[in-house]
């Protein structure tokens, strides 16, 4: 159990049968009445943010959220085949529990498998990716000083917005979470 008044970011806690994680926290102290934590939560397996309020003493229990590394294989129609790389066990899941997570992860890469009491309810790829450009158009010499981007697609088939001088078969680094292209590799 963790009390409101030690409520951190990154914090994960249970209420009503759901899981959230506290994105924001602010203790509130005002001039007249009792203190009290306004939160913003997140709900981990739905992805809704709620705020809501707690008082200094009231107690929730703290969720127990299991990240596990495994290896990507293969996608067969809707599910995605991952191993896990000590016992060699493999686990399918649906779409629903992957949603775009995986459209910067090529076959036989690394993910972190998020649990919770063994429902598997999210894929964490890695931070940063490599991927080769397969189709783009191509630049023009010269027409670098407006910052302009075009937008290229990869070989996972995302589609990423890029600097005018990338060309086709260019590997470059992209960052998984926003989506951006980092720089060329």
Same mark, same amino acid.
């Given at each position: 159990?963790?009390?409101a008044?030690d409520?951190?970011?990154? &914090?994960? +806690?249970?209420?009503?049968?759901?899981?959230?994680? +506290?994105?924001?926290? $602010?203790? &509130?102290?005002? /001039?007249?009445?009792?203190? =009290? *934590?306004?939160?913003?939560?997140?709900?981990?397996k739905? /992805?809704? *943010?709620?705020e809501?309020?707690?008082?200094?003493?009231?107690?929730?229990p703290?969720?127990?959220?299991?990240?596990?590394?495994?290896?990507?294989?293969?996608?067969?129609?809707? !599910?995605?085949?991952?191993?896990?790389?000590?016992?060699?066990? $493999?686990?399918? !899941? /649906?779409?629903?529990?992957?949603?775009d997570?995986?459209?910067?992860?090529?076959?036989?890469?690394?993910?972190?498998?998020?649990s919770?009491?063994?429902?598997?309810?999210?894929?964490?790829?890695?931070?940063? &990716?490599?991927? *080769? +450009?397969?189709?783009?158009?191509?630049? =023009?010499?010269?027409? #670098?000083?407006? /910052?302009? #981007?075009?937008?290229?697609?990869?070989?996972?088939?995302?589609? &990423?917005?890029?600097? !005018?001088?990338?060309? $086709?078969?260019?590997?470059?680094?992209?960052?998984?979470?926003?989506?951006?292209?980092l720089?060329?590799?």
């Amino acid at each position: 159990m963790i009390s409101a008044g030690d409520f951190r970011n990154g &914090v994960t +806690i249970e209420i009503e049968g759901n899981i959230y994680q +506290i994105i924001e926290f $602010q203790h &509130v102290k005002p /001039g007249k009445g009792a203190a =009290f *934590v306004r939160t913003k939560l997140k709900n981990i397996k739905s /992805g809704g *943010v709620v705020e809501k309020t707690f008082r200094p003493t009231e107690k929730c229990p703290q969720a127990r959220i299991d990240r596990k590394d495994m290896q990507y294989l293969y996608n067969d129609g809707d !599910l995605y085949y991952f191993m896990d790389t000590e016992n060699y066990e $493999q686990i399918a !899941l /649906g779409k629903d529990a992957i949603g775009d997570a995986l459209k910067f992860v090529k076959e036989n890469e690394m993910c972190k498998v998020c649990s919770h009491n063994g429902n598997v309810f999210a894929i964490e790829p890695p931070l940063f &990716v490599e991927l *080769v +450009i397969t189709e783009t158009e191509p630049g =023009f010499k010269g027409d #670098t000083a407006t /910052g302009a #981007t075009k937008p290229a697609t990869v070989e996972t088939g995302a589609t &990423v917005s890029v600097p !005018l001088f990338v060309d $086709q078969g260019d590997t470059i680094k992209i960052d998984t979470r926003t989506g951006e292209y980092l720089s060329r590799v």
